[in-house]
């Protein structure tokens, strides 16, 4: 009881030694990595092969993008448990950033994480302040030298309380991805299950200008579009860091939600604009009796 009274007198005393600036700093990084951590979490599709979404696919798309290929085409091979350890750090990171727990070491953790996820996805990213991992990672850098100040001290305590305090950090990371789990997200707009091995959707269902949203067989999402002359079909999964691009239709355009990449539907998937440079992938489609069917 006394000790954990000590511990909340701690956590208070933290924030009421902090500026105003450090206090609102610390709080958002905080509240951002438990986010991520907890949106990871939810994602049934995350850990699971096939699925969209799966931290595996993710693994290899930045292995096509990325300074470091190599890395991350390694990371591929053990995708699950890289996936496990994301979700791991990234709750252990903003938990000890908001309970003041190891706090310069998780702002050099959280520096490190933004430093590996700009390298994984948004190297490339042009201008760039595009990227927001290079702004998460300069927020971390000034984070964690405010707490450096002039000392030259390791926080992590390896005496008993020490121990207890990680210990606990650790189980509290655990909790949280395992209650993250039984929140499962039910997707809004599941893509329409293919029939057999590779009907889509019965042609009589899209009218001419319409489009259709599916899923290819190892889950990640398409889309398709049907015109007068016919059907042709593209991944959904943008190129510059695998969010899920939808069709404008005043723009006749595929665009990306996540940082404004646009996608030319009627030339072959082309870059409209950045800050990709490459192409949608093309997926081929035809008519086949009443359906349309992957070929």
């Known amino acids: 009881m006394a000790y954990r009274r000590m511990t909340q007198k701690g956590i208070a005393d933290s924030w009421r030694a902090q500026s105003w600036a450090i206090r609102v700093l610390r709080t958002w990084l905080s509240f951002t990595w438990i986010y991520a951590g907890w949106d990871k979490a939810t994602d049934p599709g995350f850990l699971t092969k096939g699925a969209t979404g799966f931290i595996g696919d993710q693994l290899i798309g930045f292995s096509t993008n990325s300074p470091v290929s190599w890395l991350f085409n390694n990371l591929s091979e053990h995708a699950i448990a890289v996936g496990?350890?994301?979700?791991?750090?990234?709750?252990?990171?903003?938990?000890?950033?908001?309970?003041?727990?190891?706090?310069?070491?998780?702002?050099?953790?959280?520096?490190?994480?933004?430093?590996?996820?700009?390298?994984?996805?948004?190297?490339?990213?042009?201008?760039?302040?595009?990227?927001?991992?290079?702004?998460?990672?300069?927020?971390?850098?000034?984070?964690?030298?405010?707490?450096?100040?002039?000392?030259?001290?390791?926080?992590?305590?390896?005496?008993?309380?020490?121990?207890?305090?990680?210990?606990?950090?650790?189980?509290?990371?655990?909790?949280?991805?395992?209650?993250?789990?039984?929140?499962?997200?039910?997707?809004?707009?599941?893509?329409?299950?293919?029939?057999?091995?590779?009907?889509?959707?019965?042609?009589?269902?899209?009218?001419?200008?319409?489009?259709?949203?599916?899923?290819?067989?190892?889950?990640?999402?398409?889309?398709?579009?049907?015109?007068?002359?016919?059907?042709?079909?593209y991944s959904a999964t943008c190129t510059h860091q695998g969010c899920t691009v939808a069709y404008e239709s005043t723009k006749k355009s595929l665009y990306c939600p996540c940082h404004g990449a646009e996608f030319d539907p009627f030339k072959n998937g082309g870059v409209i604009a950045g800050p990709t440079r490459d192409a949608l992938p093309t997926v081929k489609v035809k008519i086949t009796g009443d359906w349309v069917v992957l070929v």
């Open 84 to 233: 496990i350890f994301v979700i791991f750090s990234e709750f252990a990171i903003g938990l000890a950033t908001l309970l003041w727990i190891a706090p310069t070491t998780a702002a050099f953790g959280g520096f490190i994480t933004s430093i590996i996820l700009w390298l994984a996805s948004t190297f490339y990213v042009s201008p760039f302040f595009l990227a927001s991992n290079t702004a998460y990672a300069v927020l971390w850098l000034v984070y964690f030298l405010t707490l450096v100040g002039n000392r030259r001290t390791v926080d992590v305590a390896l005496d008993r309380r020490g121990a207890i305090r990680i210990g606990t950090l650790s189980v509290a990371a655990i909790a949280s991805a395992l209650v993250g789990k039984t929140f499962a997200k039910v997707s809004e707009n599941s893509a329409t299950t293919v029939s057999g091995s590779s009907q889509i959707i019965k042609l009589a269902k899209i009218k001419v200008g319409e489009t259709h949203q599916f899923a290819l067989s190892n889950g990640m999402p398409a889309i398709l579009f049907r015109t007068k002359t016919g059907v042709f079909a």
